[in-house]
């Protein structure tokens, strides 16, 4: 709907598994990010590419591990997670910075058990 | 770096009344505030935005405000209906890159 697309939709992982969350997005944005939402914090910055530049890590632990291949593909590598990581992650693309609109993906619902 | 701050948390109006959802944000240098709207189990979605260089912004019965000055900009929902309902976000840009968002308004439209 949106143009910017996430899977898998839902996802249980115990806390030594390692999986990938994906996102993509053909609109032609250079900036895309991921954020953490849960009850505590309902929109987290985790991390910023910019022209699949890594531009921020919002104090993240090394447990995720984002990677841009190119600027129309995010990956969010998750390995090792925690119970209270279990959380709702959405994808967003802008069409270049923080003053455009954000476009979001509908989101990977975690759960770590 | 940017603060946002987002006030109240939880709000309800009547049907038919108005709802003023209100931001503050730190960084002066600060420009575009946009305002998005996240219904239950779907994604956020901008529903208006204010640039610097104008003080209000409406589009149909939404309506945005922005005093510079104060730094706080504030979003105005007239004549509320039960598709309001839904969690409001504000937010504003910090550096070049970041959207920085707020905590969030959870608006309960009652009948």
């Known amino acids: 709907e949106t143009g910017v697309t996430q899977t898998p939709r839902h996802l249980v992982m115990g806390m030594t598994n390692k999986k990938s969350l994906k996102c993509e997005q053909h609109l032609g944005h250079n900036a895309m990010y991921w954020y953490k939402q849960s009850a505590k914090k309902p929109l987290e910055l985790m991390f910023v590419?910019?022209?699949?530049?890594?531009?921020e890590n919002n104090s993240v632990p090394s447990r995720f591990s984002p990677e841009c291949p190119n600027s129309s593909h995010l990956f969010l590598h998750l390995h090792t997670l925690q119970p209270e990581d279990s959380a709702l992650y959405l994808c967003a693309s802008s069409r270049d910075s923080s003053n455009t609109e954000a476009f979001f993906g509908q989101g990977t619902r975690l759960t770590v058990v | 770096g940017e603060n946002v701050e987002q006030h109240p948390s939880t709000l309800s109006v009547q049907e038919g009344d108005s709802a003023v959802i209100k931001c503050t944000y730190s960084d002066s240098a600060s420009n575009y505030f946009p305002w998005y709207k996240q219904e239950l189990g779907k994604r956020p979605q901008l529903i208006i935005d204010i640039r610097s260089n104008v003080g209000e912004k409406k589009d149909q019965r939404i309506a945005v405000t922005l005093n510079k000055t104060a730094k706080h900009f504030s979003l105005h929902i007239t004549e509320t209906q039960p598709e309001d309902s839904a969690v409001y976000f504000c937010?504003?840009?910090?550096?070049?890159?970041?959207?920085?968002f707020g905590k969030g308004t959870r608006l309960h439209i009652l009948p």
């Open positions: 590419y910019n022209f699949k530049e890594q531009t």
């Open positions: 937010a504003a840009p910090e550096e070049d890159d970041k959207i920085i």
